[in-house]
């Protein structure tokens, strides 16, 4: 088992910034593909940014593409998203996922550890 608990969530002005965290406890993190998914009211859970056990490789949705940055740091069991530049249409629940596979996954069926989220809104 893989425990996830999110802090760094909350309000802030169109143009600003976040820094989300996603602390793991459990077995071992560094065996584990990192992910931060998201989902506004109303809308189904989306992918928005994952990164390989090492870090050497991530990827990125489209929407938010140069302004999100997710990183690890597996000697703390934990992994991040900076976020820059936020739009109101950034407004939703993050939530981190961790994944046992090898590549990086963008389904939310492929990942077998969620977090509870973390609130995001963005005003304008």
């Known amino acids: 088992q893989v425990q996830l608990v999110e802090s760094g969530g909350g309000l802030v002005q169109a143009g600003g910034s976040l820094r989300l965290s996603c602390a793991a406890s459990?077995?071992?993190?560094?065996?584990?593909?990192m992910a931060w998914f998201r989902q506004a009211p109303g809308k189904e859970r989306e992918f928005v940014a994952g990164i390989t056990w090492s870090g050497g490789s991530s990827l990125y949705a489209d929407s938010v593409k140069g302004r999100f940055t997710i990183s690890r740091v597996n000697a703390k069991n934990t992994v991040y998203l900076q976020m820059n530049n936020l739009k109101p249409e950034d407004t939703a629940v993050y939530h981190c996922a961790a994944d046992r596979g090898w590549t990086i996954a963008t389904m939310t069926e492929q990942y077998d550890y969620w977090g509870q989220g973390t609130q995001v809104t963005v005003s304008s």
């Open positions: 459990g077995r071992t993190f560094s065996n584990y593909v």
